[in-house]
């Protein structure tokens, strides 16, 4: 593809499949002078099987109006907590832990799935970076 000059590059947080002309779909991609419908066909054909999951889309928007959009899975901190069943992690991580730990079957899941959007694919290291957000939230590794 060539060079073509970048107008906006945004970010939203979208249902899986749900995508519609209505905000905060319409309303931003409006902003920019985007025929909406070249995302939102796009994106609820590509994850109509993860159907309600909460989903981050990068989204680039160049001169022409024309787009390019990536879809992110699920923050590595929502999986953690879905796993465990908790609402929210600790508010005081060093000091107050969360009483449930993460198994290390449950770390390499979310470390494999995870793995697709980083730039690596050293299994290893997707997994020190979900024990990582693990600890920030108060949460210990079993093992």
Do not use: C, W
Not at 102 to 131: E, G, P, R
């Amino acid at each position: 593809m060539a060079d073509k000059a970048v107008k906006a590059n945004l970010k939203m947080k979208i249902r899986a499949g749900q995508a519609s002309p209505a905000p905060p779909v319409g309303s931003t991609l409006g902003q920019y002078g985007v025929n909406m419908m070249d995302f939102i066909n796009p994106f609820n054909e590509q994850t109509k099987d993860m159907q309600g999951a909460e989903l981050t889309v990068h989204i680039t928007i160049y001169e022409d109006r024309s787009l390019n959009f990536r879809v992110v899975s699920t923050p590595t901190d929502d999986r953690i907590r879905s796993v465990l069943k908790i609402d929210k992690g600790s508010g005081r991580p060093n000091s107050e832990k969360i009483t449930k730990k993460l198994s290390q079957s449950d770390l390499l899941k979310i470390a494999q799935d995870k793995a697709k959007d980083m730039n690596t694919d050293k299994i290893d290291s997707v997994k020190k970076m979900v024990a990582g957000t693990a600890r920030s939230m108060g949460v210990e590794i079993e093992g």
